[in-house]
């Protein structure tokens, strides 16, 4: 077996040092040369273990100021439920009201823009065709704690009220309330979600380290009749929201 690698086993060591509360939240931790002399390795392995527990919350950096003990804080409850579109409204601000918080969001549409490859295939239409693209930065008071880029076909709401995810009498409303609008039924929705680290745009949006933990969802709405009529790349950072799903049981018929 290859031995671990060296920021690893710093990651390890400091990990333990907070759990047995040789530092405590808030503390400020020796700087990165003190570390690597007393551990062995260079300020480079430091940086690498100390990004690592950035990441996991553990540890959070100040520019100019160093490393510090993070507080522990209350993740966000993200609520991932077909059942909840549902009900009206933005799942989002219902979600963030039931924990006590306000939620909001900012938003970019376009209009025409070609599906790439990927994104066709999601949505069962050629390479090219035209899609409405709306990018979105999700925050719970103020702090960013979710990404969104949205794809729908324009051919399937072009000409009407809708056309414009935010934008007309049904604004922000969600996908299945607009659909539902153009006499189409949305019966389910498919996610796949899969952990993986920001890149640096996503960093910068959501106000974490570059390469801190995020859970990636790819959704894909359907309508009864199986077409795809929108799909999305969500992005959700590990350290500030959990992610709950919720499965609705089909009552037993007589």
């Known amino acids: 077996m290859p031995d671990q690698p ?27 040369g003190t570390l690597g002399a007393e551990y062995g390795v260079g300020e480079n392995v430091v940086r690498r273990a100390q990004e690592l527990l950035i ?32 009900r009206g409204g933005s799942p989002f601000r219902a979600d963030m009201a039931a924990i006590g918080r306000s939620g909001m969001w900012e938003h970019h549409t376009e209009a025409k ?14 390479e ?11 925050l719970s008071n103020g702090t960013p704690v979710m990404l969104s880029t949205s794809w729908e076909p324009y ?20 996908v299945v309330e607009r659909m539902a609008e153009i ?13 993986r680290q920001a890149d640096a745009e996503e960093a ?14 790819q959704r894909t709405y ?16 590990s350290s500030r929201c959990e992610i709950v799903y919720e499965v609705p049981i089909s009552r037993p018929t007589d």
């Not at 990441?55 to 909840?84: C, D, N, W, Y």
């Not at 070609?114 to 295939?121: F, G, Q, R, T």
């Not at 090219?128 to 999700?138: A, I, K």
Request: charged share 25%; proline share 8%; glycine share 10%.
């Open 183 to 195: 006499g189409i039924v949305v019966s389910h929705a498919v996610e796949q979600p899969e952990p």
């Open 155 to 174: 051919s399937l709401t072009s000409g009407t009220i809708v056309v414009l995810p935010e934008g007309g009498p049904l604004a922000g409303r969600g």
């Open 204 to 217: 910068n949006l959501l106000g974490i380290q570059r390469g801190a933990l995020v859970t990636a969802i």
């Open 55 to 86: 990441s996991q919350g553990i540890l959070e950096g100040r520019a100019g100021a160093g490393t510090f003990v993070a507080h522990p804080r209350e993740k966000v409850r993200m609520v991932r439920s077909l059942s909840r579109e549902r």
């Open 6 to 32: 060296p920021y690893l086993r710093i990651a390890e060591a400091l990990r333990q040092r907070v759990e047995e509360q040789e530092w405590t939240p808030g503390d400020r931790l020796p700087s990165r």
């Open 128 to 138: 090219g065709d035209l899609c409405v693209r709306t990018t979105y930065e999700f």
């Open 222 to 237: 359907y309508s009864d009749d199986g077409q795809p009529v929108e799909t999305a790349d969500i992005v959700i950072p």
């Open 113 to 126: 823009v070609p599906a790439p490859a990927e994104i066709a295939e999601r949505l069962g239409i050629a």
